[in-house]
T-cell receptor, first 117, second 115 residues
């Protein structure tokens, strides 16, 4: 099955700096790569996602890049703010095996991002 | 919409007791997922349903775990008998196959402690 590795496990940056989190995946058939943010005491929340037919996607201060050949994708957060402090998870999913099969996500181990004011 | 609703938010029980976790998905969503989160194993998919039918339960750790979805607005995850190693945060998530959107919306989770 799919295996997703995420690095680093913890990341501390100064407010205003950029943060980069990297993930690698093993299944070359995976075609959907979401990123989730989990704040303390809450469930993960989708912040951005990318599909395999796109190399890069941006949404304000957040961007994700995908290298299908190398099987890795990254999350970039620019101009970090204290409210960006949270645990971030990458995930990967392959196309559903049959029509009504859902989107089975395999998650990375998570990165605890701390933004110091 | 209120989002995905889970109850209870916290559960403390003794080893050997039966535990039932509950989930109400977002109205109109036809996929429901149960996840378990631990420090050691991270976020793991246990089972998921489509239109109330279990599609894949390969992540269910053992026969002590069972899940049901009697209707489109309610699902349960039951552990019987519970063991200390079942202590974790259990999340329910739902999604709708709307166009190409695969976003899974997570509930706030149930923190289970088995002593």
């Amino acid at each position: 099955g799919e295996n997703v590795e995420q690095h680093p496990s913890t990341l501390s940056v100064q407010e205003g700096d950029s943060a980069v989190i990297k993930c690698t995946y093993s299944d070359s058939a995976s075609n959907y790569f979401p990123w989730y943010k989990q704040e303390l005491g809450k469930g993960p929340q989708l912040i951005i996602d990318i599909r395999s037919n796109v190399g890069e996607k941006k949404d304000q201060r957040i961007a994700v890049t995908l290298n299908k050949t190398a099987k890795h994708f990254s999350l970039h957060i620019t101009e970090t703010q204290p409210e960006d402090s949270a645990v971030y998870f990458c995930a990967a999913s392959r196309p559903p095996p049959f029509y009504n099969a859902g989107n089975m996500l395999t998650f990375g181990g998570g990165t605890r991002l701390m933004v110091k004011p | 919409d209120a989002g995905v609703i889970q109850s209870p938010r916290h559960e403390v029980t003794e080893m050997g007791q039966e535990v039932t976790l509950r989930c109400k998905p977002i109205s109109g969503h036809d996929y429901l997922f149960w996840y378990r989160q631990t420090m050691m194993r991270g976020l793991e998919l246990l089972i998921y349903f489509n239109n109330n039918v279990p599609i894949d339960d390969s992540g269910m750790p053992e026969d002590r775990f069972s899940a049901k979805m009697p209707n489109a607005s309610f699902s349960t995850l039951k552990i019987q008998p519970s063991e200390p190693r079942d202590s974790a945060v259990y999340f329910c998530a739902s999604s709708a196959r709307a166009g190409v959107s695969y976003e899974q919306y997570f509930g706030p989770g149930t923190r289970l402690t088995v002593t």
